[in-house]
């Protein structure tokens, strides 16, 4: 069976991701926000690709709370 929601979040972010380079440069981003920007988009992707049992927007929120707890975890690197 399809996940039509699912589909259409896993199409989403590969266009965020193919085109982060122009959006990044635009609004004038530097090439390290703009990597970390790509490697959050490519990790998102992989896990809606793994998830597809869950409503896109619930394995969203699941990794930005992830993403959140881990910036917080080092103050250094935060």
């Known amino acids: 069976m399809k996940n ?3 589909e ?5 972010v ?3 991701i193919s085109a982060i380079d122009e959006i ?3 609004y004038g981003y530097s090439f390290e926000e703009i990597s970390y920007s790509k490697w959050a988009a490519k ?3 992989d896990i809606l690709e793994k998830r597809k049992d ?3 927007l619930i394995v969203m929120e699941e990794f930005q709370r992830n993403m959140e707890r881990r910036s ?3 103050p250094y690197t935060s």
């Open 4 to 6: 039509p929601p699912n």
């Open 8 to 12: 259409y979040a896993v199409f989403a």
């Open 14 to 16: 590969k266009n965020y």
């Open 24 to 26: 990044g440069i635009f």
């Open 43 to 45: 990790e998102l992707l």
């Open 54 to 56: 869950l409503p896109p």
């Open 72 to 74: 917080q975890s080092n």
